[in-house]
Antibody, heavy 117, light 107 residues
Framework: QVQLKESGPGLVQPSETLSLTCTVSGFSLTSYGVNWVRQPPGKGLEWMGTIWNDGSTDYNSALKSRLSISRDTSKSQVFLKMNSLQTEDTAIYLC???????????WGQGVMVTVSS | DIQMTQSPASLSASLGETVSIECLASEDIYNNLAWYQQKPGKSPQLLIYYASSLQDGVPSRFSGSGSGTQYSLKINSLESEDAATYFCLQDSEYPFTFGSGTKLEIK
């Protein structure tokens, strides 16, 4: 069955780089895109970016200068790297699979990332 | 960016009732709208895609409608398991944007 699972550090220092991994199973990254979405405490969801089945990427312009999404298809993993973290980047980070119509059909449970010294 | 205005923010209804949740887009999103259900501590579950298409495995009590800038999710014959937060997603234009969510309480 389709599963996505996020992993990464729970605590990151301000100004440092966040590295997260989304490990997927039940489908191939060469057939489906994967999105990163985040939700700060008490706030709404924010789409961060997508890596498509062909390896191309699209980013939220608000984050584009700090964000990179990549993948390792052999390991069924998608990576998020975001630099220059600030306290406002504290959030639950989730990955989600893209359907062909671009909606997200399967989501991971998310990982809480706190930016604090 | 396309703004998604979702209403109401919260809703309380009784078992067996019918409720509707609305999402208003700041511009035409051409039916590129999905609805999700999320329970505490759980992943969001896709209910409806392309405005009105029911995701496999989702009960037919859930339905979506709308066009242009106005979309709605209707839940018929409420059951206790429907207590959750519901939100919409527009995937018509980058950046994809979400509604702020509706918390549904079952009395």
């Amino acid at each position: 069955q389709v599963q996505l699972k996020e992993s990464g550090p729970g605590l990151v220092q301000p100004s440092e780089t966040l590295s997260l991994t989304c490990t997927v199973s039940g489908f191939s990254l060469t057939s489906y895109g994967v999105n990163w979405v985040r939700q700060p405490p008490g706030k709404g969801l924010e789409w961060m970016g997508t890596i498509w089945n062909d390896g191309s990427t699209d980013y939220n312009s608000a984050l584009k200068s700090r964000l990179s999404i990549s993948r390792d298809t052999s390991k069924s993993q998608v990576f998020l790297k975001m630099n220059s973290l600030q306290t406002e980047d504290t959030a639950i980070y989730l990955c989600a699979r893209s359907r062909p119509d671009n909606s997200f059909d399967y989501w991971g449970q998310g990982v809480m990332v706190t930016v604090s010294s | 960016d396309i703004q998604m205005t979702q209403s109401p923010a919260s809703l309380s209804a009784s078992l067996g009732e019918t409720v509707s949740i609305e999402c208003l887009a700041s511009e035409d999103i051409y039916n590129n709208l999905a609805w999700y259900q999320q329970k505490p501590g759980k992943s969001p579950q896709l209910l409806i895609y392309y405005a009105s298409s029911l995701q496999d495995g989702v009960p037919s009590r859930f339905s979506g409608s709308g066009s242009g800038t106005q979309y709605s999710l209707k839940i018929n014959s409420l059951e206790s398991e429907d207590a959750a937060t519901y939100f919409c997603l527009q995937d018509s234009e980058y950046p994809f944007t979400f509604g702020s969510g509706t918390k549904l309480e079952i009395k």
